[in-house]
């Protein structure tokens, strides 16, 4: 009995770091909105990449979870959100965890694109999953709730996360053939043309 009170004790304490976590920055992205059609909430992106994760360790990994709503504070929000202030709230491992994800805006975006796909196979297990449940998320609204881009730009975006991916394989085979069948939908959804035969006369 003491061992079971012990786990309901821990899952309390997960759960309500996590609810601290999403209150956090709801705050933090409180001006934040998406690029696509809706323009949602940032947040709502934010908890679609912690379901993904939670539904590929089933809840097992609460700093996991944490970190990937967190995962874009650093980057996106530096005035509200420090590094420090994450370690301070919730703990070195999820600061860690979110510090290996964050992009560093100071680089021209077509250098940290790069860096993305350059990086991902260094990358601890973890930050890949968090990593693939982004890109995971973004593709998903490419096709449900597209920005206001060329086709071609929504092509090159899904191509790119998928050499980010590719860097991320052997991680978690659920979350990978979430992201491989939002990526199938996406092409399906806008097929690629084929070349037009040349007119001979």
Known sequence: MEYANA????????????????????????DQRRKSALKEPYVNHLAEVAFLVSQATQGADADLI?????????EDQPER??????????????????AEVTDDKSLLKAERKR?????????????????????????RSLRLSPPDWPLERKREYVNWSINVVAGCKGVNKWLEAR???????????????????????
Do not use: W
């Not at 786990?7 to 409180?30: C, G, K, M, P």
């Open 66 to 74: 944490v970190a990937a709503l967190l995962h874009d504070a650093i």
């Open 81 to 98: 959100v420090t590094y420090e202030r994450i370690e301070t709230i919730f703990g070195a491992d999820v600061a860690a965890l979110v």
């Open 7 to 30: 786990a309901s004790h821990r899952n309390s304490n997960d759960l309500v770091r996590i609810a601290q976590a999403f209150d956090y920055v709801a705050r933090a992205h409180t």
């Open 179 to 201: 992201f491989t069948e939002e990526c199938r939908q996406f092409k399906a959804l806008y097929p690629a043309q084929e070349p037009a035969e040349a007119v001979t006369s």
């Open 115 to 139: 860096l993305q796909v350059e990086t991902a196979p260094n990358k601890s297990a973890r930050a890949k999953m968090i990593k693939i449940a982004d890109k995971t998320a973004n593709v």
